[in-house]
């Protein structure tokens, strides 16, 4: 199994562009979610999706969008990215969201200029 | 809100020293705790986890955590720490029955001198 998958590895974006960052599971998990990782501040939860076919926000979700295409699959979306974007995007899932700990990706390094 | 805080930011010590990294969170209610950990370079990886039972939890690599429910704490420890443990570390709280959201401290370098 690879676990969770993530692409890409590393971008940089132009101010005002748009890009999706890809995240993958193969444990057949019902939840999934999206943070963003910045120095001193830990992680933080952008979109999160319990099961397939829903989707809620996090802490931090303006200037994101997101899709759960199916139960392996679950997109995170900049419309329009800004500098303060620039961060490390981590995907999780875990089995049934409550009573499990969550397992990660390896990460997207998006830079925006 | 929840928050959860981690108290060291850096850490320095020598090999064989011993390790404690504190970590408090604020909730009221029944929560499940966890510590990850971000090697160089690499995803995070789950050292320990509470759900129930005994407060002394022991995880990977030597490492084990204690929750002490009076003081809203769960501080990770280790008793002989090796140049392979620099890292950083992660304190999360999940409260029970929210979709398994997680709220992370912000983190703890960990730097052993060999």
Redesign the interface.
């Known amino acids: 199994n690879a676990g969770v998958t993530q692409t890409p590895k590393f971008q940089v974006l132009k101010t005002g562009q748009s890009m999706t960052l890809q995240c993958a599971q193969d444990m057949n998990h019902n939840s999934m979610y999206w943070y963003r990782q910045d120095p001193g501040m830990g992680l933080r939860l952008i979109y999160y999706s319990a099961s397939e076919g829903t989707t809620d926000k996090g802490e931090v979700p303006n200037g994101y969008n997101v899709s759960r295409l199916n139960k392996r699959e679950f997109s995170l979306r900049l419309e329009s990215a800004a500098p303060s974007q620039t961060s490390v995007y981590f995907c999780a899932s875990n089995p049934s969201g409550t009573v499990s700990e969550q397992f990660f990706g390896p990460g997207t390094r998006l830079t925006v200029l | 809100a929840q928050s959860?805080s981690?108290h060291n930011?850096h850490v320095i010590l020598s090999e064989a020293a011993s390790l404690e990294l504190g970590c408090n969170y604020s909730y009221g209610g029944t929560v499940?705790l966890?510590w990850?950990v971000q090697y160089p370079g690499?995803?995070?990886?789950?050292l320990l986890?509470y759900?129930s039972g005994d407060p002394l939890v022991k995880g990977i690599k030597g490492f084990e955590a204690e929750f002490i429910k009076s003081k809203f704490s769960f501080n990770l420890r280790k008793p002989s720490v090796q140049w392979s443990d620099t890292a950083e570390y992660?304190c999360?709280v999940?409260a029970?029955?929210?979709?398994?959201?997680?709220?992370?401290?912000?983190?703890t370098t960990l730097q052993v001198k060999p």
């Not at chain 2, 690499?42 to 789950?46: I, N, P, S, V």
């Not at chain 2, 029970?96 to 983190?107: A, Y």
């Open positions: 959860v981690q930011h499940n966890f990850y690499q995803h995070l990886q789950l986890k759900f992660f999360a999940n029970r029955g929210n979709t398994g959201k997680l709220i992370f401290g912000q983190g």
